[in-house]
């Protein structure tokens, strides 16, 4: 079955406590993407990439890390959790290098900062 | 600086209506648009696009019309049913090289059977 996936789906740390979210895609699309959801503000982009090594900053880029080593996986780092980031978290990926093409979301990964 | 809004939060139109959804962008540079529909506990799902060159594009029974000279873009469903209950998002990306993607707040559909 064609998906993105997620994990872990919902996650509850401490600030400064180190942690990553992964994204995997099983459809070799080219873009993959990460959005966080937060009330009132819709989504914002994160970071994206637009192949192996090819990453760059959406809107909301601080306090996050990417990486793209391999075509099917791009991970979500955060190097030092604040509060601010609890949000919700979605992957995204496309059959292209185009944001302007239809994405494909993975469920979610909803992360409580504490 | 909110590139892309969505100034409706919540829209209630009873099943069979047309529903309209809107979306206003204020960055000339935007190339393409989107929209998104999403459920509770799901991810967003791609529903219609158009390019900036066209006026309008239909899907069934979704149809994006873009009005370039007003920046403004809207979303028409007919007829609205009751699985299109949903929040809508509507999405815009630049040229070829630019490729983010920048969304609107978001308006909830609730369709009244």
């Known amino acids: 079955e064609a998906q993105v996936t997620q994990n872990p789906r919902y996650l509850i740390t401490v600030t400064g406590k180190k942690l990553t979210v992964t994204c995997s895609q099983n459809?070799?699309?080219?873009?993959m993407s990460w959005y966080r959801q937060d009330p009132g503000l819709g989504l914002r982009q994160i970071y994206y990439s637009m192949n192996v090594e090819v990453t760059d900053k959406g809107d909301v880029p601080e306090g996050y890390k990417v990486s793209r080593k391999e075509k099917r996986n791009f991970p979500l780092i955060l190097e030092s959790p604040s509060p601010n980031q609890t949000s919700l978290y979605f992957c995204a990926s496309s059959n292209s290098g185009r944001a302007a093409y239809e994405q494909y979301f993975g469920p979610g990964t909803r992360l409580t900062v504490t | 600086d909110q590139q892309v809004k969505q100034n409706s939060p919540s829209l209630s139109v009873q099943e069979g209506r047309i529903s309209i959804l809107n979306c206003d962008y204020t960055n000339s540079m935007f190339d393409y648009f989107l929209w998104y529909k999403k459920y509770p506990a799901e991810g967003p799902t791609f529903l219609i696009s158009i390019s900036s060159i066209k006026d309008k594009n239909e899907d069934g029974r979704f149809t994006v019309f873009l009005n370039k000279s007003a920046k403004h873009l809207s979303l028409h469903i007919v007829p609205s049913q009751p699985g299109d209950s949903a929040v809508y998002f509507c999405a815009a990306s630049g040229s070829f090289g630019n490729e983010k993607l920048t969304f609107g707040t978001g308006t909830r559909l609730t369709i009244i059977p």
């Open positions: 459809m070799n699309h080219e873009y």
